[in-house]
């Protein structure tokens, strides 16, 4: 069974913290994306990798950065938390193209106080 | 630009049948189609390719209509199992999909 887990289900910072949220799959996929989840907004991308230590904005990068340095492990870093950052966070991986189903991490509900 | 799903809310009695409507802006390879139930991940349906094929998930379909950039879900005989959001995203190509803003669905018995 693939499996992609997140390092927290919840999770809760201040404002202004610096917040790191870990993703991990155990399918040798290439790619990995970040995504954020809001109510009637869809899931919107972040960021994804399709390499150890490559990089591409999605569509809503600012106020996020990632980091790649294994093939099985790809984080999002909020450098400086805000409120409007409160979201639900899914990682997803999959083999290269587009061809091929996404798989889900469950998400980590994070609240900026 | 975000693909823009229809209708944003569906309420179905079991064994009624629904279709839900994903339109993009832009040329399309490809479309995925996603299902998640509350509190959980999104779980893949289908994928369906430019060409215009078919493709079909137990008693769900879907449609990929290129010249009109436009997808569309079949639910039919629905089960209370079909109860979630349903999400197409759309890839032009490359390796990254843009998602819509997602279809909930509610099937009652």
């Known amino acids: 069974d693939v499996k992609v887990t997140q390092s927290s289900r919840y999770l809760v910072k201040r404002t202004g913290e610096k917040v790191f949220l870990e993703c991990v799959q155990d399918?040798?996929?290439?790619?990995m994306f970040w995504y954020r989840q809001d109510p009637g907004l869809g899931l919107r991308l972040i960021y994804f990798?399709?390499?150890?230590?490559?990089?591409e904005k999605g569509d809503i990068p600012e106020g996020y950065s990632v980091s790649r340095e294994k093939k099985e492990r790809f984080s999002l870093i909020l450098e400086s938390a805000s409120t409007n950052q409160t979201s639900m966070y899914l990682c997803?991986?999959?083999?290269?193209?587009?061809?091929?189903?996404?798989?889900f991490g469950p998400g980590t509900r994070l609240t900026v106080t | 630009q975000q693909p823009v799903q229809s209708p944003q809310a569906v309420i179905l009695r079991e064994g009624e049948d629904a279709v839900i409507n994903c339109s993009s802006s832009?040329?399309?390879?490809?479309v995925h189609w996603y299902r998640q139930k509350h509190g959980e991940a999104p779980v893949f349906l289908m994928i369906?390719?430019?060409?215009?094929e078919q493709k079909g998930h137990d008693k769900i379909s879907a449609s990929f209509n290129e010249k009109k950039q436009q997808s569309s879900l079949y639910l039919t005989a629905s089960q209370l199992s079909y109860s979630g959001t349903y999400f197409c995203?759309?890839?032009?190509?490359?390796?990254?999909?843009?998602f819509g803003g997602g279809t909930r669905v509610l099937v009652k018995p």
């Open positions: 995203g759309t890839s032009a190509a490359g390796n990254k999909l843009t």
């Open positions: 399918m040798d996929h290439e790619n």
């Open positions: 832009k040329a399309l390879y490809s």
């Open positions: 997803a991986s999959t083999t290269s193209g587009t061809v091929y189903e996404q798989y």
């Open positions: 990798s399709y390499d150890v230590k490559m990089k």
């Open positions: 369906l390719l430019k060409g215009g």
